[in-house]
């Protein structure tokens, strides 16, 4: 549990963004290392044993091994991984839902022991989708609704209508394809290989978590959105700290603040040390420690890191004198300096040696060509009490931050596939400054390592033929809101309020049209009409959050 915040906190809460961007970049640099900044990851539990081991079925397109570290010559296997699909908060128990990974559908259902399962999203019947199914009120296993066969939390099936004997239902060929699937860090990770070898793996590898965020001193909520383009494209721009001041100038950063950022990698004989033998399996990389903003150059507190095939994330790491000293950088009046540094003080006293964390997760995730899905989250373990939001508040913050990327992106990628960029990196981009050498890192991985899609998709760029209006570019309903329990809920209520606000508009004006003119009663039932209709316009507006909003860049000049 996380203390309330105190009221003489609250005129401080405007000062957050300041303080809290000054804390990512101002400490000393003489009290780090390289080494404090690299995570620990462990992994949590393994893969539910499967009841039946079964052949892959097509699903991929690849033989290739999936080794514990690659070596020069070998291609990352990205069916022999343990992908985060979805929130596992935000699935719906009585509502199998579809997910995409590498070109193959999935559907993600829970059994009657409220175990979540996934299963390759094609009846074996006729190949309708399961994730259309329903979860069976008597037996809690998922049936197909187009004619009502039933399988189990293996993909065993357990009924067909239509047969007068067992037998067709006991033949292997009327089993659903399962899935191996587990819950970490509140997250849903399926393996998708299927065959005997990659069943087998999935009981040895882990899943790319952060431990730390399973702590319950740290604040931050997960986030989901379907994106306009492709992962390698999500990717490069995660690990492109350059674009914040500009791409997402008045929300999270500000054009003033662009500049050189002078990022190093760390050399790949530092990457298979004990302390980063887990994050860098797989030919991940390292930054080493570097800072935002140029007069802090020999502050650096931040690393940012890849752990193939999904996870990057940014780290910075603090003291709690290391914030003070922050404090006291900041450009703000003597009160508010000291109002700041008793809190920074009351949060940290009661363990000054703990080491204090901010992070940035994203994982990236293939779903389609041309399209892909990102799952994030912000958090940190101190001054958590400032900021505070409710989830869907949250998110529709975290919305205006994508909705900066996402046309840009978009088109940039567009341009990439028309001109075969992504083959031929050095030659068709002009990347001079250390800012681009997270860009170049990627890029070299992944000219080694193309995604293996599934049977039958072809990577071209996604369907790039007809240009999408912005309208489905920042569209935010089918890409976040249906997934999402608290924007659901959130969107549920909102739509309520508009139509109560107005329906007590249209009674109130009823009553200040029945009452004599003039009357102080009806001059009061008058005005109370248009607050309402005012309420309900609030409601209006806000309620478009939760689909789309317009973002031009050329005017957020806030
Ligand atoms: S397609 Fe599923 S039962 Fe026929
Ligand atoms: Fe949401």
């Known amino acids: 549990m ?27 640099a003489a009290t780090l290392h390289v080494r404090q900044h690299r995570l620990q990851l462990h992994a949590i539990g393994s893969a539910q044993p499967l009841l039946r081991q079964r052949h892959a079925l097509g699903m991929s397109t690849t033989a290739a091994p999936a080794p514990a570290q690659l070596s020069a010559g070998e291609n990352f296997n990205y069916w022999r991984a343990w992908w985060p699909v979805a929130i596992a908060e935000d699935l719906q128990p009585d509502v199998p839902e579809r997910v995409e990974l590498l070109g193959e559908a999935l559907v993600l259902w829970r ?60 033949s292997r060929r009327a089993c659903a394809q399962s899935v191996p699937v587990q819950i970490a860090t509140g997250l849903v990770w399926v393996w998708p290989d299927t065959s005997p070898e990659g069943l087998a793996e999935s009981k040895i590898k882990r899943p790319a ?67 980063a033998k887990n994050l860098h399996a797989n030919g991940g990389y390292l930054s080493k420690p570097f800072a935002f903003m140029p007069a802090l150059r020999d502050t650096p507190n931040m690393v940012m890191g890849f752990e ?81 939001k409710s989830r869907a508040a949250d998110h529709i913050r975290q919305h205006l931050v994508l909705d900066g990327d996402n046309a840009l992106l978009h088109y940039e990628e567009r341009e990439y596939d028309r001109l075969g960029v992504k083959d031929r990196l050095e030659s068709s981009l002009y990347l001079p400054t250390d800012a681009d050498t997270p860009v170049r890192a990627w890029r070299q991985w992944y000219q080694k390592n193309k995604i293996q899609w599934a ?34 809920a ?47 316009y609030r409601q209006q507006q806000h309620e478009r959050e939760f689909h789309y909003v317009e973002y031009i860049h050329a005017m957020r000049d806030v």
Request: charged share 20%; proline share 9%; aromatic share 8%.
């Open 2 to 28: 996380v203390a309330p915040a105190p009221r003489w906190c609250t005129p401080v809460v405007a000062l957050l963004p300041l303080l809290l961007g000054a804390v990512t970049a101002l400490l000393p």
């Open 111 to 170: 059994d009657s022991n409220k175990q979540w399962r996934a299963a390759v999203d094609r009846c074996p019947h006729r190949m309708a989708p399961l994730s259309e199914g329903i979860i069976h009120p008597k037996t809690g296993n998922l049936m197909c609704t187009y004619h009502g066969w039933e399988f189990d939390g293996d993909g065993t099936c357990t009924n067909i209508p239509q047969a007068t004997t067992d037998a067709a239902a006991a």
């Open 209 to 275: 978590i952060v431990a730390d965020m399973d702590l319950p001193d740290y604040n931050g909520y997960w986030y989901v959105r379907d994106q306009p383009y492709s992962y390698d494209v999500l990717i490069e721009n995660l690990g492109d700290p350059a674009h914040l001041p500009f791409a997402h100038h008045g929300v999270i950063s500000n054009r003033k603040s662009g500049a050189p950022l002078g990022i190093t990698m760390e050399p790949p004989s530092a990457l298979f040390g004990p302390d």
């Open 308 to 388: 193939p095939p999904t996870l990057f994330y940014y780290k910075s790491t603090y003291t709690g004198d290391m914030l003070q000293d922050v404090v006291r950088r900041l450009p703000l009046p003597p009160p508010f300096k000291a109002l700041g540094r008793f809190m920074v003080g009351r949060d940290t006293k009661k363990n000054p040696d703990k080491p204090l964390h901010l992070y940035f997760v994203g994982y990236s995730i293939p779903t389609m060509p041309g399209k892909s899905r990102l799952i994030l989250r912000n958090c940190r373990n101190f001054l958590t009490f400032l900021g505070k």
């Open 455 to 488: 049977c039958g998709v072809e990577d071209r760029g996604g369907d790039k033929e007809a240009v999408p209006p912005r309208e489905v570019l920042l569209e935010r309903y089918h890409a976040h809101t249906k997934h999402c329990s608290a924007c659901r």
């Open 490 to 536: 959130a969107l549920a209520a909102t739509r309520k309020k508009r139509k109560l606000s107005l329906g007590a508009a249209a009674v109130l004006l009823a009553i200040a049209a029945a009452l004599p003119g003039g009357t102080r009663a009806s001059v009061a039932a008058a005005a109370m009409a248009v607050a309402a209709a005012g309420a309900s």
